[in-house]
């Protein structure tokens, strides 16, 4: 099938707003091509913005590990992630006590750094937690899989708090074919245990749009949402995300979603692009 | 068991957010006070909002059944309702076609009057269904339960088209015990036969709180969101939607959480209010 | 595709259990050539079953149905249906008060005539339901949907009792192309709003299977189960049941299933039948 | 609150069904005065059964598990094991090819001894599985988790296969106040990733009091199912199963239900126990 060009789309909209993985990076590493895509975007002067549900590294890490995979160009205040809506809340909403998190020391250090001490779930004292006042689901890794969550599910029986899930994806591409279960996929597991609903941020939710939104006026004055493109390989994440809060919405194939299952998805999930392209470096 | 004035808690805050149904009224009229509370509030120099679910009337309708039922001074930009998201969403996302929806005229004349037609789904002819490009749930009225619903997923299910839920409370009071079943209610029945999840608008999706936060800085200049407070009697939307937003969150037991239950609910969903009243009019 | 014939595979099994909807008939009447097969069953001195979820009618009311539709040889000790299940529970575990139901009188008069009295919801006093020991799903018709299905919901919020659901089929077929809501997808609406599981009967359940195998012992002496052929047209529940009691199962596409989406279902299930026909009539 | 005594109301059933985690023995071993009990129900000439969703032992295992905690006395036959169900159906219906496992060399030995190779997910390679057939949960111990169960999910994506749940508890309990997930929490997450239903045996299912059932008769000859007596601490697997099933219920408090919430249970659940009693020993 013929798919049009992305830049012949793309042309027409002021703002891009691009998903990180599956559209502008995989398992491999960079798409190939990535870096001419953002050259073109910024030299035509449309502005620029990554808007990813990866909850693990903060702005400043983003930024170094685009460079280091070899795009240099992305700066701070282009970087929106999932991390950062977390984060806004527990500085908001939590403001004493200490919070008790699944994932990497890496992690905490960047989410948790609202003043407040943090604890891995494997250092918490489960006879000594009234003063833990919120749990946060960070990573898939820097834990024992096995004794670390069922540490949490214990934790969580025992005193209410609220819970936060940085980035809510089950699981993640770590190759062409294979998966790996992702923090969103442990959190629903303890979820399924508890009965309970945790705190999700992250795409589909408009809280990044938004955060995203209040920038680009910050930085542009006035914009219509008319004149705003958000690209993203996923339906159920970037496009009804970008579906609901109103602005132009494209889907890739260069990730998730696969160019022969295309058309059942869009029909199975009633998520509708407003334009599909193969990748935005085509 | 004691619990603080709603006036001392509130008398810290430049904005008083309030949701509707359980708050400022019930099923049968007026919350008795609700006209002192809402004078208290502007004559004390505070900004007010109303957040409510309620997609059914336009912000014109709810402006005056409120004056209907007792409360005058409810200005048109005081008023923020779930139907104004699902109505934006329309405008911004769906520029041709005919709109079907499920519910009365008089709702789709408010939502649906984007220069597109709308039809009602008894008055689709199921062999004539290509123009039809999104579905609309409004109400639980002005149809046939029956018929019309199985109506609904017979048409849902021969095209795909994006389907809104401008109201997703699956059932809302009657009386002091009894309830009865609410447009999300019906929706979820659809979603459930068709295996589709459909885009839902309202509390405690960020959107509304975004939508009225907007509206402060306009009207207010730079706000700090630890200046506003949420009111509401529903954990699972008003209370997770301003804990999740940023704002300062109060819980009130005069509609859907009773008293003897509420620690229970909060304790097993999680949802923690920064504040529990017993009503905003004591 | 080239499917195997039906009486190529059946002649090698002792016993033959067929569903009935999608597989003996469909929305249009019995199935062209079922009596044939039915015939061939009888003379190749096998044994024949017909399993159903109908639970609208009794034993004698489905014997006299097919008479009237043109297949009049089918026996009272042949049919099994999930009514009869549901009958037998109640039977065995609710013995005073009375039942309340949504559906027929006449399905009613057949499932609750175990003595006690039963009620139409429309009847019931919601005021004096003390007495009221039990609910049943029966079929979703009879009544009055809007009203009834809210009396069922404040009914149950008032009063704990077993609920039973004799049909959990979310709909059915009622042309080539539409379907209709099922008592299951009423049943379900009402479970979602009250957070509970109700007591479902039907397959996949165990329950018809083994009540079918004892009376295969009793009829025939010993049965190996590798001589049973359970055919049906759903994979969730007559070939998914089928598998889990452990005799061979076959799919046939004169029903739910699709030839074009059989593949799809399969994989996507997990559910693998044994044999895939096109029908039992060729 | 006062209880009836178990051998109170015992004392009028002919058989008497025991759930074994909760009613015979709990984490700190057997439940004190079990044995009494035990030697109560035989003296008085009542049948026993054990009904165990237990699936990581072999019948040997559970009888030798059980003497060595100190309870001798019960035999082979007296033994019900979910596991006993799933090695059935993979017995009956997987015929040729390797099965996978999730779970412990231990349990695989006792369930997969079909005469079919078994072969632990971890030794799986993953570029050569056409000859894989099946696939079991078995425990949540004898693997790396976090990379056998993401290779599980990677298997399961690449080949359509039946996929077994021998016991589909999510938790058990390690002491008092801390439970750990279990297999069936570990099956539940992989659901979710793969949107699939694996095949689940156990209570609340049917099958495992209908092969109790019939081994009864074949022991007994006739047996009223009104003379039967299940015991069990869980309502949604003993007390749903026994009631669906037809026979009389009894919960007991010495295990996952406790005395402080059993109200809130029962009405929140609608699975209503015939008896309510502390436990089996008083």
Aim: aromatic share 8%; glycine share 8%; hydrophobic share 40%.
């Amino acid at each position: 099938m013929n798919y049009p060009s992305f830049f012949e789309i793309a042309k027409d909209f002021k703002v891009i707003m691009l998903d990180s993985y599956g559209v502008v990076k995989n398992h491999k590493g960079l798409i190939v091509g990535i870096d001419k895509t953002i050259d073109w975007i910024k030299s035509e002067g449309k502005t620029f913005r990554l808007l990813t549900n990866d909850a693990s590294r903060s702005q400043n890490q983003q930024k170094e590990s685009l460079a280091k995979l070899g795009l240099p160009g992305i700066e701070l205040h282009e970087i929106v992630t999932s991390g950062m809506m977390a984060k806004q809340f527990l500085e908001q909403k939590i403001t004493e006590g200490r919070i008790a998190y699944l994932g990497t020391e890496n992690s905490a250090e960047y989410i948790l750094q609202s003043g407040l001490q943090h604890v891995a779930v494997a250092d918490v004292d489960l006879e000594d937690i009234d003063d833990i006042s919120a749990f946060v689901f960070l990573d898939d890794e820097g834990f024992d899989w096995n004794t670390d969550i069922n540490k949490t599910v214990n934790l969580l029986r025992k005193k209410t708090m609220p819970v936060i899930l940085a980035n809510s994806d089950r699981f993640y591409p770590v190759s062409r074919n294979d998966v790996a279960v992702a923090t969103g996929g442990i959190a629903k597991l303890v979820e399924s245990m508890l009965h309970k609903k945790f705190i999700h941020f992250g795409k589909p939710d408009s809280q990044m749009f938004m955060y995203a939104y209040e920038g680009l006026i910050e930085e542009l004055g006035e914009i219509d949402k008319k004149d705003i493109l958000m690209v993203g390989d996923t339906l159920e994440t970037d496009i009804l995300g970008g579906n609901k809060f109103g602005v132009q919405t494209m889907l890739v194939l260069s990730g998730n979603t696969r160019e022969e299952k295309v058309n059942l998805n869009i029909s199975s999930s009633g998520i509708i692009p407003d334009f599909l392209c193969k990748s935005v470096v085509e």
